[in-house]
């Protein structure tokens, strides 16, 4: 007889595991819960969480949220401009309403939306527990596609968790950007500091050949949620698609960014911003694929760690046997405002191809005292001049995004968080 | 205006500033020249407010109050400003925020109420055309990219605005070329008033043909060893430092 090693599950296992198992799951879904029940969630001594111990801060799994609410609060004022505004409340894809939209009959043309579980084509095939997890749990989001027009239309999806008791909110999302079509998403998740919510965040992308996606997600959601997020997108050919991960720390952000180019001559140009405080935890593992030859892509991601939080960056460029010509240049920078801050910063490049270009870089450092001490002297008090400092850093990431709207409301955001501080 | 008195300080225990004597009166222009290591930049630090320096004996009275209890910023806000030897670099700040912000704080600071846009636009545009400063220099991000005239253009613009009363000049000249140092000199120049002081710190005479000194130091090894007129410079163009640094 051989005894076997009885694992012994956490509550936020047991949790999830429970209402997975009642849940009537179709195969995809059934799939991602017989992997989560298998494997449990993972934990420190597994390479991918090694920074962020999902198994020990993943405490508890709230019901899935299944009746359909309206947001508690009215809506929120969009992030920016939008032809359309789509809200997800608690997880459910809320009615698609004519009357809130203000696309022009070309927007709306070029646009179409259903509600729907979005498929997860634009991810790795290789597992991932947060996609996974999101995988099992989402049974809704918004279908989007976009088709050729002359400017972009602009969608933006509001994320919404309602006051009620801590949820669990999950949804999926698929877009499309078909041939030689540009288009524009913005997606912000919030939710309330007094509960305890799981959010699940899940979205494929494909941006088709000669097309042009650019992607804002901001995650501020309430101090003692979790939120899981991922981003899986493959890129065609000729194709761009220039995404900013802005994330304001809580008790526990970790998102998952999976890029795989699918055609030659493509580019990807992903920043992020990541700002946290208090005893926030949040993680950006980002993994882009090059396996295609001639693309380019640019990866730059800055944080700012205040208090006793802790940010992690996990950055891994693959470039395929087959990518031949390709340019990818990663630079992560932390910049610490506390001694008691902690930045894990882990960049990663796979090569297997001999003619590219690759390069990254990871740096770590408190305010230059120079820098400072020149703005005091010219009688600028030290709190403000700290917050230039920090403005000015996490700036060089946002300035490279072309829509003048997305920069606008990413700089007012940091600007609130440093004001909050 | 100034008043320092057996000024002592310390960087990483190493005495630099052995005993200072310095008084300025309002609208005295004084040039301190010394050979390097004199510890003529670390007094003009010191006067700035830079925390790396150990103050260990003596004061310094500004406007018969103490400077050395004031933050680098009150002191900036009180009147004094420093032209840095180095002007620093700081990616990711516009010139034009930092300039407005800079103002504005320095207003807030003393009472005053802050600058409106097209007034602080009006009075920017006239001190940078003074100091050949371009349009194209304020968009940048301050001191990034900037030439070593530019730089210190910049610094001299910064003064005009800031309107302070007590002016430090660190080796402003140095990196100039001539016509830099004309554009420069004639800045500081047209900023001498019966009511502003002026700290001029150089190596060479050069500087003090343009601006000219009611009183020259001589600086070695932390202490001011001569004091006399503007002819004092001259002669140190002549003979050198070596006469100081023995004596010292």
Not at chain 1, 17 to 31: E, F, N
Not at chain 1, 290 to 314: G, L, M, R, W
Not at chain 1, 370 to 380: E, Q, V
Request: hydrophobic share 40%.
């Amino acid at each position: 007889m051989t005894a076997q090693p009885q694992k012994i599950q956490t509550q936020g296992e047991t949790a999830l595991l429970q209402q997975l198992a009642v849940l009537d799951l179709d195969p995809t879904r059934q799939a991602a819960a017989d992997r989560l029940k298998l494997n449990g969630l993972p934990h420190r001594r597994v390479e991918e969480w090694k920074y962020t111990d999902l198994r020990a801060l993943l405490k508890d799994v709230p019901q899935l949220s299944k009746a359909k609410r309206t947001a508690a609060s009215s809506v929120a004022k969009p992030l920016i401009p939008a032809d359309f505004v789509l809200t997800v409340v608690d997880g459910i894809p809320q009615e698609i309403s004519a009357a809130g939209t203000t696309a022009s009959a070309e927007a709306k043309k070029a646009v179409s939306i259903e509600i729907g579980l979005g498929d997860a084509s634009g991810f790795h095939e290789k597992a991932n527990t947060n996609v996974d997890l999101n995988m099992a749990l989402a049974s809704s989001g918004f279908i989007v596609r976009f088709s050729k027009s002359a400017t972009p239309p602009v969608v933006f999806i509001d994320h919404i968790v309602s006051d009620a008791d801590a949820v669990t909110a999950a949804c999926r999302h698929s877009v499309v950007v078909e041939k030689g079509a540009q288009a524009v998403l913005v997606e912000r998740f919030s939710g309330p500091d007094d509960t305890a919510y799981v959010a699940s965040a899940g979205l494929s992308v494909i941006v088709e050949d000669g097309a042009k996606l650019t992607h804002a997600r901001v995650v501020t959601e309430g101090i003692q949620s979790s939120h899981l997020g991922t981003i899986g997108a493959r890129i065609g050919s000729e194709a761009v698609y220039e995404p900013f991960v802005m994330t304001l720390g809580s008790h526990l952000v970790r998102t998952d960014v999976q890029i795989t180019f699918d055609g030659e001559r493509s580019h990807l140009g992903i920043r992020g911003a990541t700002l946290v405080k208090g005893k926030d935890h949040t993680d950006m593992t980002l993994e882009v694929d090059h396996a295609s030859p001639n693309c380019t892509s640019i990866e730059q991601f800055k944080s700012v760690i205040a208090d006793e939080a802790k940010a992690v960056f996990q950055g891994k460029i693959m470039v395929k046997q087959i990518a031949q010509k390709t340019d990818a240049k990663m630079m992560s920078q932390g910049l610490l405002l506390s001694e008691n801050g902690e930045f894990l910063n882990k960049p990663e490049l796979e090569i297997f191809a001999d003619d590219v270009i690759c390069g990254h870089g990871a740096t770590c450092g408190d305010i230059d005292e120079d820098m400072l001490f020149y703005l005091l002297s010219r009688g600028i008090p030290r709190p403000i001049a700290e917050t230039m400092m920090v403005q000015a850093f996490v700036a060089e990431a946002i300035e490279d995004t072309e829509q003048p709207a997305i920069i606008e409301a990413l700089e007012a955001i940091l600007a609130d968080w440093l004001a909050k501080r | 205006m100034l008043e320092i008195k057996n000024l002592h300080a310390n960087v990483d225990g190493n005495e630099i500033l052995r005993g200072i004597n310095l008084t300025i009166k309002p609208g005295e222009v004084h040039a301190i020249m010394g050979p390097n290591g004199s510890g003529k930049s670390t007094l003009s630090y010191v006067l700035a407010g830079k925390d790396d320096y150990e103050i260990t004996e003596g004061e310094i009275l500004f406007k018969g109050e103490n400077l050395l209890e004031m933050s680098p910023d009150e002191r900036a806000a009180a009147g004094v400003f420093l032209a840095f030897q180095y002007p620093i670099e700081i990616p990711g700040v516009a010139t034009m925020t930092f300039l407005r912000t800079a103002m504005n704080a320095q207003r807030k600071a003393r009472g005053e109420a802050e600058l409106n846009t097209p007034d602080f636009m009006k009075i920017v545009k006239q001190k940078a055309s003074e100091l050949k400063v371009s349009p194209e220099m304020l968009k940048r991000p301050l001191n990034v990219g900037f030439s070593g005239g530019e730089k210190k253009r910049n610094e001299i613009m910064q003064m005009a605005l800031l309107e302070p009363s007590l002016c430090v000049l660190d080796e402003t000249d140095s990196g100039l070329d001539i016509d830099a140092l004309r554009v420069v000199s004639d800045g500081v120049n047209a900023l001498r008033s019966p009511e502003r002081s002026m700290l001029v710190i150089t190596h060479y005479q050069r500087l003090l043909d343009h601006i000219i000194p009611d009183v020259v130091h001589v600086m070695s090894a932390g202490k001011i060893v001569k004091s006399g007129g503007k002819e004092l410079a001259l002669e140190l163009e002549e003979n050198g430092y070596a006469d100081y640094v023995n004596a010292a």
